[in-house]
């Protein structure tokens, strides 16, 4: 069993940035892909951006290319997700997900672990 807690959201403005954390417990956590998850009032969840166990792997949401950054300290257990240029489009809850194999994923229903979700609110 793995359990994943999120952390760092908030209300932020546009054009601003926000550093999300998701800790995780149990061991071999570099054996598990992670990724993040987001859904936003109204709209289904989307996939927004998942890493290997080793790190080697990433994959973004083309909507957030070049403005978020997912990376892992397997070390420590964590992984983050950095956002810069925040949109208002970006509001969501976001969720830390992860799954049994080191391989990486864009589908949902390929992640055995979920968060419970840290809100993500960016003013206009």
């Known amino acids: 069993q793995v359990q994943l807690v999120e952390s760092g959201g908030g209300l932020v403005q546009a054009g601003g940035s926000l550093r999300l954390s998701c800790a995780a417990s149990?061991?071999?956590?570099?054996?598990?892909?992670m990724g993040w998850f987001r859904q936003a009032p109204g709209k289904e969840r989307e996939f927004v951006a998942s890493?290997?166990?080793?790190?080697?792997?990433?994959f973004y949401t083309e909507s957030v290319k070049g403005r978020f950054t997912i990376s892992r300290e397997n070390a420590g257990n964590t992984v983050y997700l950095q956002m810069n240029r925040l949109k208002p489009e970006d509001t969501a809850v976001y969720y830390c997900?992860?799954?049994?194999?080191?391989?990486?994923?864009?589908?949902?229903?390929?992640?055995?672990?979920w968060g419970q979700g840290t809100q993500v609110t960016v003013s206009s």
């Open positions: 997900v992860a799954r049994g194999g080191s391989l990486a994923s864009a589908r949902d229903r390929d992640y055995d672990y």
């Open positions: 149990g061991r071999a956590f570099s054996r598990y892909a």
């Open positions: 890493i290997s166990g080793s790190g080697g792997g990433i």
